[in-house]
């Protein structure tokens, strides 16, 4: 069965692709290099990067963590649960904050 699909999509790919034209990406290619260039020529501010690893890690009691990204639920990002388990920092793959377990013993 998904051989037969496969064939399908196969066949309607190479007939479409007979009848239609070819975008230009020049426009958006432009519009990611004038971007990154507008990063990358001011040397005085800091890469949002270096700037979220300014913050120090934040301590937890718990073994699990939901991080937000920010408390006004607009501002954030989706939760996302992090697993304190592990000796280093747990880093949150949306804003870049970084947890540890705080042990109290």
């Not at 066949?11 to 507008?38: C, D, E, G």
């Not at 949002?48 to 954030?76: H, S, Y």
């Not at 747990?90 to 804003?95: I, S, T």
């Amino acid at each position: 069965m998904a051989s037969s699909i496969l064939k399908n999509l196969v066949k309607f790919s190479s007939s479409t692709a007979t009848t239609t034209t070819t975008r230009s990406f020049s426009l958006v290619t432009t519009q990611i290099s004038n971007h990154t260039a507008k990063w990358m020529q001011d040397t005085s501010k800091k890469s949002p990067m270096e700037l979220i690893n300014e913050v120090p890690p934040i301590k937890v009691e718990g073994r699990i963590v939901a991080c937000e990204g920010d408390t006004d639920p607009a501002l954030g990002h989706p939760i996302e649960y992090i697993c304190l388990d592990l000796a280093k920092p747990a880093v949150c793959k949306y804003c870049g904050l970084r947890y540890v377990q705080d042990h109290h013993h």
